[in-house]
């Protein structure tokens, strides 16, 4: 009996002399391996695995909603871009466009932000301004196109030759009608006036 207590004290001493004996890099792996990556943050931030474990601990606030924390702490993992995206779909729910487009513009929620500035900008029937800020929303688009029919049709009542020439040229150059169905238009239209007569030919006798 003595001598199976004395087995089992060696083996309890070297069982403690070799956990003693791991390296910081085996114990932050242990409890990474555990599922406990504060624990590793706080004791072995120094380790490799410590950026695995701020990248979990991340993912874990993420699920929980805590954004802001995220960026505050975490901007150095790859929660980071979801995060901001949930906070920048927040701010236009909260219909904080002009917020968005200044802290958040290459966000999918800015392109909703813009659009819904624009839709504003065309129901307040701002057109300058809304082709200023805003040419390739929907709402841009179809102003530049009501603009361009505007502006093509009153060339196109020039009766001069000159005039309606050097009226289509301005037009074309003038970008904000670029991509219009009038700039399609403008383009055939010049090409007409600017097509030389094929020469006559001979007649047979």
Known sequence: M?????????????????????SPEQRA???????????V???YA??????????KVAEKMLAE?????????YAD?????EATNKIAEKMVAD??????????????????????????????????ELVAKYPNTQAGMKARTEMAKVEFDKIMKMKA????????EGFLKNPKFAGTESAMKAQEELAKLTKKPEPKKPVKK
């Open 46 to 55: 120094d380790q490799p695995v410590a950026k695995q474990a701020k990248d």
């Open 161 to 168: 030759k000159k005039a309606r020439q050097a009226g289509l």
């Open 95 to 128: 219909k904080r466009f002009d917020d968005v487009l200044k802290m958040y513009p290459n966000t999918p929620a800015a392109n909703m932000a813009r659009n819904a500035l624009a839709e504003q900008l065309f129901a307040d029937k701002k057109m300058d």
């Open 29 to 39: 792996q242990k409890l990474f391996d555990q599922g406990k990556y504060e624990e």
């Open 41 to 43: 943050l706080k004791k």
């Open 65 to 73: 909603g805590k954004y802001e924390e995220i960026l505050a702490n």
């Open 2 to 22: 003595k001598r199976t207590i004395s087995v089992i004290a060696i083996l309890a001493v070297i069982g403690l002399v070799l956990g003693g004996c791991a």
């Open 77 to 81: 993992t790859p929660s980071v871009n």
